[in-house]
T-cell receptor, first 113, second 113 residues
Framework: KAGVTQTPRYLIKTRGQQVTLSCSPI?????VSWYQQTPGQGLQFLFE???????NKGNFPGRFSGRQFSNSRSEMNVSTLELGDSALYLC????????????FGSGTRLTVV | AQTVTQSQPEMSVQEAETVTLSCTYD???????LFWYKQPPSRQMILVIR??????QNATENRFSVNFQKAAKSFSLKISDSQLGDAAMYFC??????????FGAGTRLTVKP
C-alpha cells in the first residue's frame, strides 16, 4: 500500500514568488491535513480538507490556501512568499479524521531566499 | 484551547536501557485520543502508539508503552531496551472530535552505544 506522497521534496523560492505543494494521500483516505514545521514554532496546523471541503483552518494569513480534488489529492499554495515561510511542510492523511492517527508524508522543505 | 506540553527538550539513554519521555496536556473534554509520533532525520513522522482516553488500560506496542494518567492529564512514553534506531524527535499529540491534532514541542532522544 503506497504511503503519503509529497512533491517536491525540496524547493527554493525567492521572496514575493508563489509556490504550490502537492500531497497524494493513502488510497481510500478522505482527510488531508497540512502542517508547517519550524525549529522555533514546532508543528503548526494550517488546514484540513475532507471530501473536497475545508473542515478546519489554523491561524495563518490568507496567503496560505489549499484545495482538495475529487481523488483526495491536495495542494497547498503560498502566495507572496516571505522569508519566514521557510519551513518543512508536512501533509498527513487519515480515513476520516485523526482519531486513529495520521499517516504523514516526508514533507516538502521550502526555502525562501 | 487544548495544549500539549513536553517539558524535556532533550533526553539521552544508553543502548538497551529504558527511558521515559514526559507529556502533559490541557483539556476540558473527556473523550479524546492521545498519540506519540517519532520523527527520525528522514523527516517522516511515524505513529508509535495511540491511546483512547476512555480506556483505562495503558497502550503497549512491543518495546513502547505509555503511562496514561487521565486525572493528572499526563501521558508519558516508556521505551524499553532502547536501540540505536530509536534516536529521533518524539512528539506527543492530542486529538478531539474532528478538530486539528495538537502537537507538543518535541523531545530529542539520543541513544548512546
Amino acid at each position: 500500500k503506497a504511503g503519503v506522497t509529497q512533491t517536491p521534496r525540496y524547493l527554493i523560492k525567492t521572496r514575493g514568488q508563489q509556490v504550490t505543494l502537492s500531497c497524494s494521500p493513502i488510497s481510500g483516505h478522505r482527510s488531508v491535513s497540512w502542517y508547517q514545521q519550524t525549529p522555533g514554532q514546532g508543528l503548526q496546523f494550517l488546514f484540513e480538507y475532507f471530501s473536497e471541503t475545508q473542515r478546519n483552518k489554523g491561524n495563518f494569513p490568507g496567503r496560505f490556501s489549499g484545495r482538495q480534488f475529487s481523488n483526495s489529492r491536495s495542494e497547498m499554495n503560498v502566495s507572496t512568499l516571505e522569508l519566514g515561510d521557510s519551513a518543512l511542510y508536512l501533509c498527513a492523511s487519515s480515513l476520516g479524521g485523526g482519531r486513529y492517527g495520521y499517516t504523514f508524508g516526508s514533507g516538502t522543505r521550502l526555502t525562501v531566499v | 484551547a487544548q495544549t500539549v506540553t513536553q517539558s524535556q527538550p532533550e533526553m539521552s539513554v544508553q543502548e538497551a536501557e529504558t527511558v521515559t519521555l514526559s507529556c502533559t496536556y490541557d483539556t476540558s473534554e473527556s473523550d479524546y485520543y492521545l498519540f506519540w509520533y517519532k520523527q527520525p532525520p528522514s523527516r517522516q513522522m511515524i505513529l508509535v502508539i495511540r491511546q483512547e482516553a476512555y480506556k483505562q488500560q495503558n497502550a503497549t506496542e512491543n518495546r513502547f508503552s505509555v503511562n496514561f494518567q487521565k486525572a493528572a492529564k499526563s501521558f508519558s512514553l516508556k521505551i524499553s531496551d532502547s536501540q540505536l534506531g530509536d534516536a529521533a524527535m518524539y512528539f506527543c499529540a492530542y486529538f478531539y472530535n474532528n478538530n486539528d491534532m495538537r502537537f507538543g514541542a518535541g523531545t530529542r532522544l539520543t541513544v548512546k552505544p
